[in-house]
């Protein structure tokens, strides 16, 4: 397997992050945003260019238990080694991002040395539930200036959606102080994200539970997203081609209206405070002085194809699983970096039959809610 580096295919399109105003760090964000999707087109219309954006799935090991979550949790021999993911990075361009996430990529036993071979390298992101940090941790990543985003998954004040305690909760809301304070003192760019699944359970405080981090915590930024829409999406069990192209349904929210009306109150919260928030899937905007007005679709239990854009991010982002499987979104394995190189699998016969498929359908009834869905005919904020 080739550990050859990759040089830049992109150095010069980057945007200059100088320029941006008011609450740069949450432009920052969607400036990355736009560059990824700027990537997106370009790498569509490539040939053998590799992604710019991986996530590397550390572990299924976690130490909470989510009533939504799709994964195993149970400890497999297969599972990628440290010498593994070191080997893969390697062959990661240097005008990448990676984002390691798990289950708990904290609980990961060689996190510390894979998020400081990454970061020396190229641009890192993290996402966690957040009950493993500690100050010594957080000193740890923030001496890290290519460390650009700590996201942590909660969704509801005390975080007891995700069965978090008391204590645990004390000690989180403690480590976030901690961690902008550190933020501030070593004038790091590092921005604290904040990701809330909407759910029935919390659909009444969605609104209270964005105030809450602005105000009470200081966050960033805040992204709400919606249950996904199809267990092959980012899932750690391997399907087949053939069943990306197959009808499942939803869950569909008993709380819809509400959830509405409790976005729509972050939106005008956002305008008067010029703060920012994302849905998840994009389909509409939290930060224009309007009111919501096209998500209905993403309470249908099943996909309406016809009003969103052709996907093309299969060709930017990859995933790479705790086992070593890559897949683009949908979990169906292109090969494993542990028996093939990078640049092998992003160019293989497995990936040319999905980018085949995708670019002939556009998008497929296993996309339904993915985040990465585009409206058509509406340009977004």
């Not at 997203?225 to 750690?236: C, E, N, R, T, Y």
């Not at 293989?348 to 005919?377: M, S």
Request: proline content about 3%; charged content about 25%; overall charge neutral.
């Amino acid at each position: 397997m080739s550990n050859m580096k990759i040089t830049s295919a992109h150095k010069g399109d980057s945007i200059n992050e100088n320029t941006l105003t008011g609450d740069s760090v949450a432009q920052k964000k969607e400036a990355f945003h736009d560059k990824h999707e700027q990537f997106t087109e370009k790498a569509y219309n490539a040939t053998n260019l590799l992604p710019d954006r991986y996530v590397l799935v550390l572990t299924n090991l976690c130490n909470l238990r989510c009533c939504f979550c799709f994964q195993k949790k149970n400890p497999r021999n297969d599972a990628m080694r440290l010498t593994d993911w070191k080997r893969l990075v390697d062959q990661i361009p240097d005008y990448a991002r990676v984002t390691l996430c798990g289950g708990e990529p904290l609980l990961f036993s060689g996190f510390r040395e894979i998020f400081s071979y990454i970061a020396e390298r190229v641009d890192c992101n993290i996402i966690s539930n957040g009950i493993l940090l500690n100050e010594e941790t957080i000193d740890y990543l923030l001496s890290f200036p290519n460390f650009k985003v700590l996201s942590l998954s909660i969704d509801n004040i005390g975080n007891t959606l995700r069965d978090v305690t008391f204590s645990q909760w004390e000690h989180l809301k403690k480590m976030l102080k901690y961690f902008l304070e550190k933020r501030s003192n070593l004038h790091s760019d590092c921005i604290l994200d904040i990701k809330t699944m909407i759910l029935d359970e919390n659909a009444d405080e969605l609104f209270e539970i964005y105030k809450y981090f602005v105000e009470e915590i200081g966050v960033d930024t805040h992204a709400f997203q919606f249950l996904k829409g199809s267990p092959i999406q980012h899932a750690d069990y391997m399907y087949e081609l053939k069943n990306i192209s197959e009808k499942s349904e939803a869950q569909v929210y008993k709380k819809f209206d509400l959830i509405k009306e409790q976005l729509d109150r972050v939106r005008s919260y956002n305008v008067q405070r010029r703060k920012f928030s994302f849905l998840h899937p994009k389909l509409d905007s939290l930060v224009l002085d309007r009111p919501l007005s096209n998500i209905d679709c993403l309470n249908n239990p099943y996909y309406i194809k016809e009003i969103y854009s052709p996907c093309k991010f299969p060709w930017s982002s990859v995933h790479i699983n705790f086992d070593g499987n890559l897949f683009p979104c949908l979990a169906v394995s292109m090969g494993n970096v542990k028996e093939e190189c990078l640049s092998a699998i992003i160019n293989g016969d497995e990936f040319k039959k999905f980018k085949d498929l995708i670019r002939q359908e556009g998008t497929v009834d296993a996309c339904n809610r993915c985040g990465w869905l585009r409206p058509k005919d509406k340009v977004m904020a």
